[in-house]
């Protein structure tokens, strides 16, 4: 579990300096699938993986939208701000918490019980899964995905 | 680790009857990125995870290309014939296994060591991955694709 949240940090890392090489035109254009766009996804990560992990603690989750952060220094400064109570949290997890349960009200009214290990591996997959989407954007914008390899990168 | 590999699997048979809906040209057409094309990704899933976890254990792997199995039907054939040694794999899975050792020669003659724990993880990370590619080109086809959710598909 902790390795996995590593790995997707670290990925994620390499996309922003991946982005770092790209004319922000190209992060905020349009793009057909997912939520639509290259930096739009990695602010939708960051805000996901924090507020899922805020939610089963039954703190206040992120309400902003993508608006007010229509740069890649404004999603970095963003993830900076969450990272150290995401990562205080994923290293303090063990598995007496993988049963825990959480009420989650759904905006539609209905009542869903998940367990904490089940909302993190939701996580977890959920940063792959769009990661896996940004590297079908890069070939539009001509450049090389990052690699999504967890082999070779120290993680173990 | 084993609810990883069951949510992969669960995932990719919803993605087999997402292509059952759609015209197998559709399936084969080139596409920009991954490994161009949906039924070819599905190929490579199926080929990676098999070869993973045989190479890791000092079998042979797969050495086929996706000519042979150019259908749907011959990629469920291929992984209905791979799938109870993989499954065997995983539900024979304990932590006792993760520090195990793997000594990987590269087609470029290096020889790289991983630990049974990182092929794992790499094998997880690299379905979601490609998956998330997927659901971008579902959209092409002009089709809803298959969700990406580990919560609510009764994996705990």
Redesign the interface.
């Known amino acids: 579990m902790k390795?996995?949240f590593r790995?997707n940090w670290v990925v994620r890392e390499d996309w922003y300096r991946w982005c770092e090489e790209v004319p922000e035109e190209e992060l905020l254009r349009t793009r057909?699938?997912?939520v639509n766009g290259i930096l739009n996804t990695l602010f939708h990560i960051v805000d996901v993986e924090w507020s899922w992990i805020r939610s089963i603690q039954g703190k206040s989750d992120f309400q902003e939208g993508f608006d007010r952060y229509r740069s890649l220094d404004k999603v970095r400064k963003l993830e900076a701000e969450f990272r150290p109570e995401v990562e205080a949290f994923v290293n303090g997890w063990d598995e007496s918490l993988e049963?825990r349960l959480f009420n989650d009200l759904r905006p539609d009214g209905r009542m869903?019980t998940?367990?904490w290990?089940?909302?993190t591996?939701?996580v977890?997959?959920?940063e792959?899964?769009?990661?896996?989407?940004l590297?079908?954007?890069?070939?539009?914008v001509g450049k090389k995905?990052v690699s999504?390899?967890?082999?070779?990168r120290g993680?173990?």
Chains 1, 2 share one sequence.
């Open positions: 390795k996995m790995y057909n699938g997912g049963n869903v998940y367990t290990g089940e909302v591996r939701h977890i997959a959920h792959i899964h769009h990661v896996g989407q590297s079908i954007w890069a070939r539009e995905p999504a390899n967890f082999i070779g993680l173990m």
